[in-house]
């Protein structure tokens, strides 16, 4: 069965860091591009990063770009996503997706929610 | 890296259909026919229903088609059924391993 299960959620004061893992299962992580995309807690989901098959190829939203970053370990089979100088506006239930096609994410995690307050 | 524009609702009866707009630029929606659309149930992760403006995953019904003309993409829901009572994004494609998803559109079937 294909799976994806986020950790690393939480309560961060302002200013704080976080670092998400996504793990992967039931199929070849290594083949696939990966994403995280966040909704903030009842509104819309909003697209924060893309990460190729091997990490060279990469992308961010405008409103996290300088402060994420995402990486993979495909020896693991985890998807990572480093959170800095996090702000209230980055309180949100955090998925990762995959790739299946370009841009059609197939396969998404249950979520886990990031909370920012002090 | 602005929201792609979507009708915050849309509703239909049973039976019949519904049509969600996706307005973009050529930046992204115009840009790329890399348009895809999701559909979210509360408390639940969202669902791929469509993928390159028009293409379905396996499973997912023929009551669900996709189109794009100029800077908009469209979903149209036919034969409306109480279980697509849902809350349905588009998103696109921006260059530059960029992406971009609407604002969602809540979808009550009457």
């Known amino acids: 069965e294909v799976q994806l299960v986020e950790s690393g959620g939480g309560l961060v004061q302002p200013g704080g860091s976080l670092r998400l893992s996504c793990a992967a299962s039931?199929?070849?992580?290594?083949?696939?591009?990966m994403h995280w995309v966040r909704q903030d807690p009842g509104k819309g989901l909003v697209w924060v990063s893309r990460?190729?098959?091997?990490?060279?190829?990469?992308g961010y939203a405008d409103s996290v770009r300088g402060r994420f970053t995402i990486t993979r370990d495909n020896a693991k089979n985890t998807l990572y996503l480093q959170m800095n100088s996090l702000g209230a506006e980055d309180t949100a239930v955090y998925y990762c997706?995959?790739?299946?096609?370009?841009?059609?994410?197939?396969?998404w995690g249950q979520g886990t929610l990031v909370t920012v307050s002090s | 890296q602005s929201a792609l524009t979507q009708p915050p609702s849309a509703s239909g009866s049973p039976g019949q259909s519904v049509t969600i707009s996706c307005a973009g630029t050529?930046?992204?929606?115009?840009?790329?026919?890399?348009v895809s659309w999701y559909q979210q149930h509360p408390g639940k992760a969202p669902k791929l229903m469509i993928y390159e403006v028009n293409k379905r995953p396996s499973g997912v019904p023929d009551r669900f088609s996709g189109s794009k003309s100029g800077n908009t993409a469209s979903l149209t829901v036919s034969g409306l059924q109480a279980e697509d009572e849902a809350d349905y994004y588009c998103?696109?494609?921006?260059?530059?391993?960029?992406?971009?998803f609407g604002e969602g559109t809540k979808l009550t079937v009457l």
């Open positions: 998103s696109s494609y921006a260059g530059s391993n960029i992406g971009v």
């Open positions: 990460i190729n098959h091997d990490g060279s190829g990469i």
């Open positions: 039931g199929f070849a992580f290594s083949g696939f591009w």
């Open positions: 997706a995959r790739e299946a096609i370009p841009f059609g994410l197939d396969c």
């Open positions: 050529s930046s992204d929606v115009g840009g790329f026919n890399y």
